[in-house]
């Protein structure tokens, strides 16, 4: 949110690119990185209505902020995406909301719970006192044991699949340890050509696995389409 007022844009776009709020995710290298002395003459010189529409559809609020004038400065290069932010808060947080509606489904979601509230003590692990879902707002230290033992803990809840189940459990697990595998990398101190490839691989499998838990993933604007047909039908 700090990016948001300092940069003079919506909550639901990318900092660093023009990609759209539903692109994003994709492949970065395929959207223009953001041009903010464009943003910058289009607010001063009062451009035309469709010159304000296009920019304005980019997420930006057409309006100065701190960065206008500062010719010599990359505002898109400030922005300096961090673990707990972006992956824990962001692609865990969400990723376990499909997770939680895929076990529903499967009937694993209390095997999941059982495996999760067992973990043993290790130094510097913070033993789960709880279970996933009974957590009502997650800390940084609980999402960081989260990426430790997510999918070691998913693989046991999955255990024993019947033939109809093979196939989910395999992409299920196969999503996951794609973002694990990603984590663990990102949290090298330091990198090579190698780790760095590693990394774009992990992130490219996660991208292209990611879509099967979409159907357990209730987006906002779904939830207000439920709330309105709830309302007509009590109405009714």
Not at 62 to 76: C, D
Not at 94 to 111: C, D, E, P, T, Y
Not at 150 to 177: E, M
Request: aromatic share 10%; hydrophobic share 35%; charged share 30%.
């Amino acid at each position: 949110m700090e990016n948001v007022a300092l940069h003079g844009m919506k909550s639901n776009v990318c900092p660093k690119c023009e990609v759209l709020p539903g692109d994003l995710g994709t492949e970065a290298n395929s959207h223009r990185a953001r041009d903010c002395p464009r943003y910058e003459r289009c607010e001063r010189e009062s451009a035309s209505d469709d010159s304000r529409t296009r920019v304005e559809t980019l997420g930006i609020h057409l309006e100065k902020n701190v960065f206008h004038g500062l010719h010599q400065v990359s505002a898109p290069g400030l922005h300096k995406p961090d673990l707990l932010h972006t992956v824990y808060l962001g692609l865990f947080k969400h990723l376990m909301h499909g997770i939680s509606g895929f076990l529903k489904k499967h009937a694993r979601l209390q095997a999941f719970d059982d495996t999760w509230k067992g973990l043993p003590p290790y130094p510097g692990f913070f033993v789960p006192q709880k279970a996933d879902r009974e957590v009502t707002q997650w800390q940084g230290k609980e999402m960081r044991n989260l990426g430790r033992c997510l999918l070691w803990v998913l693989a046991v809840a999955l255990r024993q699949p019947d033939s109809r189940q093979v196939i989910p459990f395999k992409y299920a697990l196969d999503c996951v340890r794609a973002l694990v595998d990603f984590n663990m990398m990102a949290q090298y101190r330091s990198h090579t050509p190698e780790t760095i490839a590693y990394r774009e691989e992990y992130l490219d499998r996660f991208r292209r696995t990611k879509d099967f838990f979409s159907e357990f993933r209730v987006s906002k604007r779904t939830r207000t389409k439920v709330y309105k047909y709830r309302k007509e039908l009590r109405h009714q």
